[in-house]
């Protein structure tokens, strides 16, 4: 079963796109039908582990991929892309069902301002608490100064 079958089985209308070829195969799906796609590689096709959530500014719309790993034989590793409008980008926490998703979650909303919603922990991660501003959008200013530090050196 491909990962595109396991999740259209399993949640009917959330397949958005399939590239089943090439060096990086994935699925796209809805974005709120993300949890139950997840659980549907997890229960079909044994992927124990979310490897990687990274988010990507395309400028005009953000994006957010999960890379998901079976570790027992065969090995393989699935993805699944969702795409977010660029103003207020949110998706559901998978933090639920993969604790992996703690902290890769908090990344990517910490660099690219992408919420979870539901996450047990949606603080910043890696940039102080009142840092202003996701670094890693495209359209972010740098500031010139932090706490009397001059940023431009």
Same mark, same amino acid.
């Given at each position: 079963?491909?990962?595109k079958?396991?999740?259209?089985?399993?949640?009917?209308?959330?397949?958005?796109?399939?590239v089943e070829?090439?060096?990086?195969?994935? @699925?796209?799906?809805?974005?709120? %039908?993300?949890?139950? *796609?997840?659980?549907?590689?997890?229960?079909?096709? &044994? *992927?124990?582990?979310l490897h990687? @959530?990274? &988010? @990507?500014? %395309?400028?005009?719309?953000?994006?957010?991929?999960?890379h998901?790993?079976?570790?027992?034989?065969?090995?393989?590793? %699935?993805? =699944?892309?969702v795409? =977010?409008?660029?103003?207020?980008?949110?998706?559901?926490? =998978? *933090?639920?069902?993969?604790?992996?998703?703690?902290? =890769?979650?908090?990344?990517?909303?910490?660099?690219?301002? #992408?919420?979870?919603? &539901?996450?047990? %922990?949606?603080y910043? #991660?890696?940039l102080p608490?009142?840092?202003?501003?996701?670094?890693?959008?495209?359209?972010y @200013?740098?500031p010139?100064?932090y706490?009397?530090?001059?940023?431009?050196k």
């Open positions: 079963m491909t990962p079958e396991a999740v259209a089985a399993r949640v009917p209308g959330a397949v958005v796109e399939a070829t090439g060096p990086h195969p994935f @699925v796209r799906v809805k974005p709120e %039908h993300v949890v139950e *796609a997840a659980r549907a590689l997890r229960d079909a096709l &044994g *992927a124990q582990m990687l @959530v990274s &988010g @990507v500014d %395309h400028a005009d719309r953000m994006e957010v991929v999960y998901f790993a079976r570790v027992d034989p065969p090995a393989a590793m %699935h993805c =699944l892309k795409t =977010l409008p660029r103003e207020a980008p949110e998706l559901p926490t =998978l *933090a639920g069902d993969w604790e992996s998703a703690n902290w =890769l979650e908090r990344e990517t909303w910490d660099l690219l301002g #992408i919420r979870f919603a &539901g996450h047990p %922990h949606p910043r #991660i890696l608490e009142d840092w202003e501003g996701h670094p890693l959008r495209k359209d @200013v740098f010139t100064e706490h009397g530090i001059d940023c431009t």
